[in-house]
């Protein structure tokens, strides 16, 4: 008899309550998205339909994770919620000690300033903007040793956030295991499109540092869905529970840097999570200097509460079946259309190819920021670039970085949006595709110093 799980994938939970969304016109939009400077990090969300800007902080949260906000002990110091928390942490992580944050970049710059020395070298599986920029802030340069194929679109290649062994020896052996604090492994990799580490290439990684007494900082924000894929792709994985998978991943890394707003389903908080005591005491006195007491570090304490459940609830089998499974549903429905787009598709987002979709544009006509503005035109659909804009500049040079992947993402929160609203997105992106060749660029008008891509703004060319 066939069982549930044999079939379609569907939403493991029912519909309590509803959030109005609304349509804006054509000529309304048009006057939106001239007023953002063509950057849909400047709208306002009043004028999106559909918003795949992130899957950060805008999953819907279960009423077991509201009932826990009830739940919240608003103490200064020594919340019951920290260590439920923390027991959570401790339970399906396996990391030893935990410091909250407000969100993951708090975590971040925790651990570029306690681990880098001025003129160190961070190896990772592919840069994430605000990681990168952390480890530069503590003086630190990032050195990408992915595997090539992450940097290929069309690569079919079934985890391709594993790191390149003999890019991370060369570097290790070229600069020196004393100049290498640790290396940044994230799974599920944003970048690259929301693709695996496998555990075979992992326990590898982990083999080398070992060699050389080189931590390993886990990024851990998408652990749940890279595990999932394990679970899908790997060999020997098939039949063993996501929440053993996530475990194991966790135990051949030293510590974790998470944004819990992404997997576990909340929408605000994050953590530093490490096993070394010594490291856990420095960080435990950073924290309360930028964050808060390191018994909330800038949640409230219902927020910890939420976060406690939230994580348990990540790693449920029909959860992460469903959330990864409407992903793939929006994913198949463009590649049949013939839409250019990053193969395998990822986790938590289809990843539209600019450069194929807009050939006609040079890099420098930022195809990527052209194609979510167009986008957003055609239906109201939020999407966000990931391309040249998000590359940022170098820093010694002052060139702008030249990515090979130009993309547009199109994001999906968990437990948000219905199979209809991914049918609309895919019918949208059809017919921004059909129109491609009469897009025209744009170019900067306005460019901050960190992190350009949330605050540029750009006019037509
Ligand atoms: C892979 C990854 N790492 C780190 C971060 C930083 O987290 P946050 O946005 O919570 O500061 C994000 C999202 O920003 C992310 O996607
Ligand atoms: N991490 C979130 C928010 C974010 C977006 C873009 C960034 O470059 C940095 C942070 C995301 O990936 O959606």
Redesign the pocket.
Known sequence: MADNRDRSWAEPYKIKMVEPVQMISREERERAIEEAGYNTFLLRSRDVYIDLL???GTSAMSDRQWAGMMMGDEAYAGSENFYHLEEAIQKYYGYEHIVPTHQ?RGAEHMISQLMIDEGDFVPGNMYF??TKLHQELAGGTFVDVIIDEAHDPENEHPFKANVDLNKLEDLIKEKGAEKIPYVSIATSV?MAGGQPISMDNLKKVRELTNKYDIPIIHDMTRVAENAYFIKQREEGYEDTPVKEIVREICSLTDGATM?AK?DALVNIGGFLALDDEELFKKAQNMVVVYEGLHTYGGMAGRDMEALAIGITESVDEDHIRARVGQVQYLGEKLIDMGVPVVRPIGSHGVFLNAKKILPHLSQDELPAQTLAAELYLDAGIRS?ERGVV?AGRNPETGEHNYPDLELVRL?IPRRVYTQAHMDVVAESVEAVYQQREDITGLAFDYEPEY?R?FQSRFKKR
């Open positions: 992130t899957d950060s993951g903007t605000t944003n944004s992404k966000m998000s994001t992190l891509f």
